[in-house]
């Protein structure tokens, strides 16, 4: 739905609460009043996929190896293995003058462990910092729990759950994430390659990133805006940085609570969003009643009008599927498409190996309100990506946990070894 590419960030679509955490109660306010006038910037190369960041161990700068060493070793002694190590070499923010991450699995391998380290150069005074997060994620059939003590950070989607620990004691996050994840009732995926890992890694950041270009929280960068903003990393990267920006005066900040103050008037005496329906692919389908937020509408599970049900279930199973894919990335687009917006979208299980050495993945996007998906069987070989299979199935009993192809025959599995259904290729 959103094309890769630069976009810039639109603070005017920060949120209360997401002020809150970045910069304390005490702040929040005022910040929230400044990004209500404050331009679009800092531009970024998104979604950020795997092998967009991935890199060698002498792409990393001597400082990232030096202020990562005491978290590094932690993370070794915990029973952590590096997976892989990033660095974002796509990012036009001249602030940032350093970055690079490690990528962990844990012995058990269903525990994603992630070192990012960034260098931050402070605008007004022109001093720079470290800042070092760090964050432990196991992933579920949909969703995933996050315990991670990055508190500047944006909302993530709403079947992503994050806890934030403010400390930079790696133990004790990993302490708070088990506490966290035993409150948990289902198993957490297992990771039993690395290109299983990849492919929901890379699910994960797109899933992200359009639910917050969906908020316009990021905006597609023009042509001109790319160029401009390369000029301004190459000046930077010379030492040459723009002045900043005169604060607003005393007489800007009474127009500026005087506006939002007669906005939230005109907000609350009509009810919010007026409009009663939402887009999905070019067709509206009305909702139960109109929502104040795009969020409020996610956390209604009635929010749609039970007279298209029917409607949505016809456009989600008719709607057309290629019958192959360039590459993942692709492949996850289409889903994304796919998937009805505030609804659930995954992958089934581990990728199965075939005889052949190519791989089977099953992906599903939920049917709003009918306890069944619409699921996807794609065989990738040698980097082709091949539609082998195209289904309904109800997911309320006998959910398909796996799939094998065997002597021509897709047999789909529950997690009690139990055959749920057969297709011949």
Known sequence: MFAPGYYKTNYRALRFRELVRMSGRRHALSNYLLTRFKRPDHGAWMPSLWTDTECRHEDLSEQFWQATKPYREAFERLGFTECSLQKACKSLITMTRDNGGIIYLDSRRCCLGQLIYTRIRNSRTGSEANNIVVAFTAAFHTGSLTCSN?????????????????SYDVAFIYREFLTCLQRRKETPRAFHDLESLRCWYDAHKVRAFEDRARRKLFIPMSEQEIDAAKQRM?????????????????????????????????????????NRSIEYRGEHFRMRKAYATYEDYKDDPDN??????????????SAMIPSSFKDRETMIHVMFALKFPGYGMGSIGEPAKTDDGSLLEIESVEIPQRNKDRCIVVQSNQGQWRLVDDFVCGTATNVISHVTLEKGTLRYYDDKRRLLREKLL
């Open 304 to 317: 749609l009008d039970p007279n298209e049900l029917d409607r949505i279930e016809k456009a989600m199973t």
């Open 150 to 166: 990055h508190m500047k950070a944006f909302d993530p989607p709403s079947e992503h759950e994050v806890i934030r620990v403010a």
């Open 234 to 274: 190459a000046d930077a990267a010379v030492g040459i940085f723009p002045r900043p920006r005169q604060g607003f005066r005393i007489w800007v900040w009474s127009v500026v609570i005087v506006a939002l103050i007669g906005l939230q008037f005109i907000r609350l005496h009509h009810g919010g969003v007026g």
